[in-house]
């Protein structure tokens, strides 16, 4: 919908006096008027105030729902330390690695990177957070197997050679 001032534009010819002759309703101090109200009228549609985009970064960071002074921040950024383990953890053998425990970190991450679409307020940093934590635990989890069946084609193999001897 167009903004009325300007539908008024558009039809200022017609309140001019000139246009139409002298009208004693649109003289020049109540076109001043309208004018003004129109103006004061659009500023209250204004998405931000003045106050709210001189505030800091950190102001707006301390004062939002997922903020620095909640759980909702700091529980991500702890959560980090367990998805730089198991980034270390690609460098250890894969026969060192426990399935149940990437199992479990895979899961984990799954769930609660859905779970953080759901929840309010959306914590896009958990969501994050449990992404990355789901992707080490898949990656690892693919290391063990093909580990385990490395292994496996390697003792059939031994087995054969042991039968042909």
Same mark, same amino acid.
């Given at each position: 919908? &167009? *903004?009325?001032?300007?539908?008024? +534009? ?5 309140? +001019? #006096?000139?246009? &139409? ?15 003004? #109200? ?9 998405? @931000? @105030?003045?106050? #709210? #985009?001189?505030?800091?970064?950190? $102001? ?5 729902? !997922? ?11 702890? $959560?980090?330390?367990?998805?730089? &383990? ?6 250890? *053998? ?23 679409? !759901?929840?309010? *307020? $959306?914590?896009?940093?958990? &969501? ?7 992707? !080490? ?21 031994? !087995? ?6």
């Amino acid at each position: 919908m &167009a *903004p009325t001032s300007n539908i008024l +534009r558009a039809a200022r010819p017609l309140f +001019r #006096q000139g246009a &139409a002759g002298p009208s004693p309703f649109f003289n020049s101090q109540t076109q001043h008027m309208f004018r003004n #109200q129109f103006r004061q009228q659009s500023k209250r549609w204004q998405s @931000t @105030t003045s106050e #709210q #985009q001189s505030a800091s970064w950190f $102001k707006k960071a301390w004062e939002s729902e !997922v903020g620095i002074k909640t759980v909702h921040f700091w529980a991500p950024v702890m $959560k980090w330390a367990l998805v730089l &383990a198991g980034i270390s953890d690609l460098t250890r *053998p894969a026969e060192k690695l426990s399935f149940a425990q990437n199992f479990s970190l895979m899961c984990t991450g799954l769930i609660w990177t859905r779970w953080c679409f !759901v929840i309010t *307020p $959306k914590n896009m940093l958990l &969501a994050a957070v449990n992404f990355f934590l789901a992707l !080490v635990g898949i990656a690892q989890i693919s290391r063990i197997t093909m580990h385990n069946l490395s292994k496996k084609d390697g003792d059939e193999a031994a !087995v054969e050679a042991k039968v042909k001897a």
